[in-house]
DNA sequence: GTATTTGTATACTGTCGAGTACACAACAGG
DNA sequence: CCTGTTGTGTACTCGACAGTATACAAATAC
């Protein structure tokens, strides 16, 4: 469908007020959207779900979005983008922790769906991958650097590397669950649950 | 559904020699079942890719399983009961560790269909629950058990007893992944891991 | 060899959900 | 008031998949 967008073929002194409501709803789709794709994953919310979520019917989906994949693409696009916004310059590099918090915090939803769901529908993983990717590659990166100097290359090294990222998300989402007490103390104790993995690591 | 299964109509003298051959079979489709939903989980596992796996036809399914969800039923309680022999009396009170590790070892498309897909499916909780409800159930015990004497009561005991569990089950599918270096180091490893999450839940 | 049981395959029905066509409602500008 | 644009809803098509009916092949018991 390479139909032209509305959007794209309007005169250029029209007055933008309609569009304004078109975006009001496109974000509250979204909104809804992301909350039902945070429940149950992409193949098992169907686009009535959304549609009963956001309190339209499923043709109104089709106005906005071209497909339902589609939508998901835009779900976790503007997912990663509020996540990064409010976690600071959308660098993990420095103190990841905190901003992951700080982005948790803001959209717990948003971040459910991308480090929980998206980052596990095989499937789907060629669509998640350009939103996941920069996150969870450079949590590699940084897990790599960091256990460099205390753990040696091989099997174990491989198995941090994967086991940090892990613990990261799922310390922050038991902290979600657990009625988000404290941030700072949060980070500073998922720091240290995490430095108790790189400890673990090393031979002895 | 009340048709007489024909297992069932028998003589009692028939020699029960085609019956082996038949579960046999069975076996078979629960092990490619197995492989087939720990790659996708339920929704997204069709019957077909379940007979392709074991090489089969979808009808054949059905002479062994009532349904897609009866089969899903057995493969879980297959891989519940399999995990449970392999790592001891299938009480996972004692060492729970070198348990999950065993039974990871022994079977990890089941561990992985168990641990990381049937814990999340919403929909299935009720099919899955009486499965991994005395597992989960038993390791949050276990958790909170070991828990009390270092942290209070409270939003961060909440926190600590749910990562824990979740700690564990990634460490030990990290420890898969990693190409499963020396059991017993891990067993240490991980019991290290978890216990800089307790510390770590501990205030300072 | 014939009947019964088990394994196999083809072809059907029915339902659910994705995607579409078309009719209707509200509000701007002429 | 009429027209065009945008938002909305009803009713449809189409395909994928769960589940079923039925015919066929191999092996054993009599």
Redesign the pocket.
Known sequence: ?TAGD??D???PG??P??????????EQILASATRAFARAGF?A???????AEA??????????F??????YRAVLDRARTRLAETAGAGDFTDAPIPALLCAAAADPDAFRLLFRYAAREPEFRDLTRPLTGPLTAASAEITRRNLAPFVPEGPWADWAARLIPAVTVEAVIAWLDAGRPDRETAAERIGHAVHGVITAAQPR
């Open positions: 469908m509305p959007a073929t309007k005169t029209a007055a007020v309609r569009r304004l409501r078109r975006a009001e709803r496109r193949t919310t169907s686009l009535d779900d959304i549609a309190a339209v019917t499923r043709v109104i989906l089709y106005r906005h071209e497909s339902k994949a589609d939508l």
